[in-house]
């Protein structure tokens, strides 16, 4: 037992560590090895949710500190958001447990696919440190989808609510990440209501929320400072490759296939991923290499975020 929850502490410190670097990961990381272990799906996501009570006030204090935080941003996208949690909370509460499993998979492998698709293909949009917040006819949508996502699948809120924004350009990257953060602690609060609303607080596997709490918080910090500046590509590369590689056995299994055939096919997408992050990592240090990739001085901080 003691191993268990420092293995479940130090998953916690780097599922925390990518979250604060790319805006996303804790949720679905955590989710995916927690229902690995064969945990009931709405306790795997209720057990997340309540131990990122912890991580998220953490780390949306620490990007509030680096200002790296919109206040505009935050609360267009926390109301919304924190409505779509509670509904998904609810409703995978109700869902029997050989219901739930695959349904949960699914969407979690889904949301890794999302993930390798944003660092290989997509980039962020330019934008300058004052640009405008997004109109609300944008952030509320995304807020609500992104909360029903994260409550549902145990994570997902950076994945659909960061990547979107991102690649709109409507603000700096920092700002963007930052005021995400912050405001997926209002999501979190009101996902864990919905799931002690739905289940109880009785049978919450208290051991292993503290552990990912404590591993979180450790983290937050440190991974705050390091928004915007690790190789996002191939950190966010390899979060889809192990979010898919946990989750498509069970996709591949529910979906019927013999043993046999499932796990050939298991094998041959977990080589497909690496793959994937092979080249991500090759075109990552071709483009260090070159002239043209030299680091722009840093933009200065507005006064009225100072």
């Given at each position: 037992m003691p191993l268990e929850l420092l293995l479940t502490g130090l998953a916690g410190l780097l599922a925390q560590t990518v979250d604060g670097a790319l805006g996303m990961g804790f949720g679905i990381t955590s989710a995916s090895l927690l229902l690995a272990t064969g945990m009931a799906p709405a306790l795997v996501s209720a057990s997340v949710k309540v131990a990122q009570l912890g991580t998220t006030l953490a780390s949306g204090a620490s990007h509030w500190r680096a200002g790296n935080v919109d206040?505009?941003?935050?609360?267009?996208?926390?109301?919304p958001g924190g409505i779509g949690a509670l509904t998904g909370a609810l409703l995978l509460s109700y869902l029997s447990t050989a219901a739930a499993a695959p349904v949960m998979s699914l969407l979690l492998l889904v949301l890794g696919v999302l993930v390798i698709i944003r660092f290989?293909?997509?980039?962020?949009?330019?934008?300058?440190?004052?640009?405008?917040?997004?109109?609300?006819?944008?952030?509320?949508?995304?807020?609500?989808?992104?909360?029903?996502?994260?409550?549902?699948?145990?994570?997902?809120?950076?994945?659909?609510?960061?990547?979107?924004?991102?690649?709109?350009?409507?603000?700096?990257p920092r700002r963007v990440i930052g005021s995400v953060c912050t405001a997926e602690f209002v999501v979190t609060a009101s996902a864990s209501i919905g799931f002690v609303l739905g289940l109880g607080v009785g049978g919450f596997p208290l051991g292993m929320i503290l552990a990912l709490m404590a591993g979180g918080v450790i983290a937050a910090p440190f991974a705050a400072r390091l928004a915007g500046r690790l190789p996002a590509p191939v950190l966010g590369v390899c979060v889809g490759t192990l979010i898919i590689s946990l989750n498509a056995g069970t996709v591949l299994a529910a979906a019927g296939l013999p043993g046999g055939a499932a796990a050939l096919a298991h094998a041959g997408i977990v080589i497909a991923c690496l793959g994937v992050l092979a080249r991500t990592v090759l075109r990552h240090r071709r483009a260090a290499r070159s002239p043209e990739s030299a680091p722009a001085a840093p933009a200065p901080v507005p006064a009225e975020i100072a």
């Open positions: 206040p505009r941003i935050v609360l267009r996208l926390a109301v290989v293909r997509r980039r962020a949009a330019a934008a300058s440190e004052a640009a405008a917040a997004p109109r609300s006819r944008l952030l509320v949508p995304l807020g609500m989808v992104g909360g029903l996502v994260d409550a549902t699948g145990g994570g997902g809120w950076g994945p659909v609510v960061t990547s979107t924004l991102l690649t709109t350009g409507a603000a700096a």
